[in-house]
Structure formats: structure tokens, C-alpha cells
């Protein structure tokens, strides 16, 4: 969800690498495994996408991508 906000918040840009699975298990202290299901789900969804041997990057317009879910949220919880 935070990769999806920052995003959304334009903290990620488009085509920008992030952290490998290694990295980003290390720096918030979860297991690899974890990170690798989460990446896998971002995949999925057109967020992010990995370039064998290059690294894993934001994927092109998802920006809009990911403000639609903002504003999903954004709706069911107008008071939060």
C-alpha cells in the first residue's frame, strides 16, 4: 500500500528504480519472502514491474493507477 500511496503522492515517479527485495527486507527489518509477495502483487497490478539483471522500477502511468486507489479510500472513509 505505500509504494501504491507515495506513488499516488508523487514521492515515486514513473520509471524510477526501488529498493531490490534484499534491500527493501533490510531496511524495514521483514523477511525477504514477505517483500517478494508484496513486489509480486504490485506486478500484478501494473505498479511495478522488474527487468531481469537491471532491478525493479515504478511502471509507466501509474500514477493514475495508484490515485484512483487513493480516492477509492478516500470515499469509504471520508472523516479519516
Given amino acids: 500500500d505505500s509504494i501504491e500511496k507515495y506513488v499516488a503522492l ?27 509477495k508484496s513486489y509480486d502483487i504490485l506486478e500484478h497490478k501494473g505498479i511495478i514491474r522488474t527487468i531481469s539483471t537491471k532491478g525493479t522500477f515504478i511502471s509507466d502511468n501509474t500514477k493514475n493507477l495508484a490515485q484512483d486507489k487513493i480516492n477509492k479510500e478516500i470515499m469509504k472513509n471520508p472523516y479519516h
Avoid: D
Wanted: hydrophobic share 35%; proline share 7%; no cysteine.
Fill in 10 to 36: 508523487g514521492i515515486l515517479k514513473e520509471k524510477q528504480q526501488i529498493p531490490s527485495i534484499r534491500e527493501m527486507a533490510s531496511s524495514i527489518g521483514i523477511n525477504p519472502n514477505t517483500v517478494k
